[in-house]
């Protein structure tokens, strides 16, 4: 899926309705309707320090075989636990895990 037409004419809308005033009012509004509208930068984690520091809740797809784990509190200095949609028993997200793309993360919602 493209979202390029739907981003432009979000950035289009907040111009338009700031012609005359300064540019950054514009860049404000469209990053506004941007984020509102859902769309957000996926980061990429390629460390094991960088997947202990997310907050438990966070959703990630691995590198190596696109799985998909809901990170868990339990954390150790190499690597931590993750479960899977439907599964009911957890899976220790490791290096071999890595890199892996940070898909949702509980404190950024609004």
């Known amino acids: 899926m493209?979202?390029?037409p739907h981003i432009a004419s979000l950035v289009?809308?907040?111009i338009r309705r700031n012609l005359g005033r300064?540019?950054?009012r514009a860049a404000d509004e469209a990053a506004a309707a941007i984020t509102?509208?859902?769309?957000?930068?996926?980061?990429l984690i390629t460390t094991i320090d960088e997947l202990l520091e997310l907050p438990v809740g966070t959703?990630?797809?691995t590198g190596d075989m696109g799985q998909i784990y809901e990170l868990g509190d339990e954390k150790r200095a190499k690597?931590?636990?993750?479960?899977a949609p439907g599964h009911d028993m957890s899976h220790w997200v490791?290096?071999?895990d890595l890199p892996a793309t940070?898909?949702?993360?509980p404190e950024e919602e609004s």
């Open 79 to 83: 690597g931590r636990d993750g479960i």
């Open 2 to 4: 493209n979202d390029v």
């Open 59 to 61: 959703v990630i797809r």
């Open 94 to 96: 490791d290096g071999f």
């Open 12 to 14: 289009h809308d907040a």
């Open 22 to 24: 300064p540019f950054f």
């Open 36 to 43: 509102t509208a859902g769309y957000t930068r996926r980061r």
């Open 102 to 105: 940070v898909l949702y993360i």
